[in-house]
């Protein structure tokens, strides 16, 4: 059974909890398990971020920092992590090119269309990087090609 490790970046508890539900519903019929951590704001979630994450659910618009700002400081670590942004907005569709994210998510989302985002998961071949170092201390992680 493989374990997914999943940050969800979302400020708003209901939808927060309704992709934990809807993560723990699909866990038997794709036969996974998802280890999720939940962060309230960009802030937070930068400072917990390591490697180890195989898949982030990003709000657009949080408290202290907006989605792009936070997506441009995850690819600067981690080039390779599978990356989706959540939004009530369509607006902001646009900053998913930039940063290379796999897909532009509305709110809130069905069952369905998380399960057809866990199955695009893990359909993914995530590339192992042979060329870089991880280099981590107390407060922050770099990846380096």
């Given amino acids: 059974m493989k374990n997914i490790r999943i940050a969800i970046c979302e400020d708003n508890p209901a939808d927060a909890d309704q992709i934990i539900k809807h993560l723990k519903n699909a866990e038997n019929e794709l036969k996974i398990k998802t280890s999720i ?28 920092m907006d989605g792009d700002e936070i997506a441009a400081r995850i690819r600067n670590l981690d080039k390779s992590v599978y990356l989706v942004f959540i939004s009530r907005h369509i607006s902001f569709f646009s900053i998913g090119f930039a940063h290379e994210a796999k897909n532009y998510l509305l709110k809130p989302l069905s069952y ?3 399960m057809e985002e ?18 981590t201390n107390k407060k922050e992680n770099h990846k380096i090609y």
């Fill in 37 to 64: 951590q939940i962060y309230r704001n960009g802030t937070d979630f930068l400072s917990h971020f390591c490697p180890e994450i195989d898949m982030i659910f990003l709000d657009v618009q949080l408290p202290d």
């Fill in 118 to 135: 866990m199955r695009k998961y893990l359909r993914y071949d995530k590339e192992p990087c042979l060329s870089c170092l991880w280099i």
């Fill in 112 to 114: 369905t269309q998380l």
